[in-house]
């Protein structure tokens, strides 16, 4: 007699896993044409416009937070390598090559290569 409660009790709990995941699934779902497929939240790193401005409030808050007066940050380059934004500064005529991540928290000045081209 106890061993079919277990064995119910495990089969219910295994009913309500699929029914939740089956649920899951299917408010995730897009209709195209009588055919479903699947859609899961995207990470949008590649879009161009967040990443410029993520990188210009950077460089508003280095030129604003961070420099002394007149000494001026300005933006010469950018592009995402590594997992971060890496950005090229110029403060008063010096190139300063720089990083970012890609939430904007965190900036920081040198980034150290970890991998076989460590050098």
Do not use: C
């Not at 119910?8 to 779902?29: H, P, Q, W």
């Not at 416009?49 to 808050?61: P, R």
């Amino acid at each position: 007699m106890k061993l079919n409660k277990k064995k119910s009790i495990i089969l219910a709990i295994i009913v309500v896993i699929l029914l939740i995941a089956g649920v899951l699934v299917f408010t995730n779902t897009q209709f195209n044409d009588s055919s479903w497929v699947p859609k899961f939240p995207q990470l949008n790193f590649g879009d161009s416009a967040a990443t410029e401005k993520i990188v210009n409030d950077a460089v508003d808050n280095l030129n604003k937070k961070f420099l002394d007066q007149g000494r001026t940050a300005s933006l010469i380059e950018f592009s995402e390598k590594n997992g971060v934004i890496e950005l090229t500064l110029s403060v008063n005529g010096v190139q300063y090559k720089n990083h970012i991540t890609k939430d904007g928290e965190l900036f920081f000045p040198e980034a150290l290569q970890l991998g076989a081209e460590a050098q």
